[in-house]
């Protein structure tokens, strides 16, 4: 007889990383549970491939509400509960920041506290359930223009945006409750994500679907604001190795070891484009440097040093080659985004 499979909640589990992280788990051997309010961001079509690995059920609902909260976890179970639900695009945080604050800040409190009365009440004697956090290093501000520094796990915290400084607080919620009620949290801090399913709000999506449609190429500035990219299958993996062979209380920083200027991304997107679907005018000449976003952050970068001589986790897919299998993936699928950009147009 095979071992029972090990029982995750995934909050935020029908966004892009959320998704990604699920079907991690699921290849892995793990249930899933996902708990997702549905918003803009969670498309119909990645709610259909979860439902049709047969290991996830889906739970349609919202982390500040706390009965609802108490409900997923008596039917999910868990052994682990991962929360990646949040909002998170920086440029709606700085037109209103209140959904940013109330789901971020207050909804993340929501989920501590649901797992911790879970836990005081169904877990005598069993290992405690692990919480695992999926954050951002944007919350360590702007490392400014050129250097060699990078960000680590002693980096102090200095959040530039509505966004990321909600994620900044929220993080520490999670160590006090680490802290003050002992429970198992694990944070993770990753870089900038790119790759399949991801809301075309988002720089990469949003480039390969302009420059398909010959539309401009908006950049910010100047264009050289420097990102540390990884593929969300190599994130998700990094998240599955935290809970499974983690340190309680610890924090790790992932990242890609891939810093590439706004600019030169979207120039090989471009290029990518024109090799794929010739024009022709090249989409280069799409790109129009646009006034810069306020507080834009110049640089991030991450040091990955601990996760991986701890975890032996590091990238598998080079920037190139993930790139490339992105920019096809929005090619074969248009029916997954054509309705996620015309309902926000
Ligand atoms: N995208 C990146 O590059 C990146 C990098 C590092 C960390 N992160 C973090 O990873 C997590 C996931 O990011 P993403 O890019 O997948 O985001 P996303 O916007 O694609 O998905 C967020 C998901 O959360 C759900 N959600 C939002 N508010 C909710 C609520 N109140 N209740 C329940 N569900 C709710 C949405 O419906 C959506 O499915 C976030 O915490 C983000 O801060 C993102």
Known sequence: MSP????????????????ALVLELVTAGWTVTVLDQLTYAAAAGTVALLKATGHCQLIKGDIRNRNTLRDVMERANPEAVFHAAAETHVDRSINSASDFISTNLTGTFEVLEAVRAWRDQHQTGQPPVRFIHVSTDEVFGDLGDGGASRFDETTPYAPSSPYSASK???D?????????????????????????????EKLIP????????GRPLPVYGDGGQIRDWLHVHDHARALRLIAEIGQA??????????????LDVVRKICDLLDK???HKTPRRALIELVADRPGHDRRYAIDAARIRAELSWSPSISFETGLARTLDWYLNHASWWIPSTSAHE
């Not at 209380?249 to 706004?262: L, M, S």
């Open 249 to 262: 209380g610890r924090t790790y920083c992932v990242g890609g070891d891939t810093e590439r200027t706004n």
């Open 4 to 19: 029972p499979r090990p029982r995750a909640l995934v909050t935020g589990g029908a966004g892009f990383i959320g998704s």
């Open 206 to 213: 949003r480039m390969i679907l302009n420059g398909l449609e």
């Open 276 to 278: 794929r679907l010739p």
């Open 168 to 170: 900044a607080g929220s």
């Open 172 to 200: 520490h919620l999670v160590r006090a409750w680490a802290r003050t009620y002992e429970l198992d949290v694990r944070i993770c801090n990753c870089s900038n994500n790119y790759g399949p399913r991801q809301f075309p």
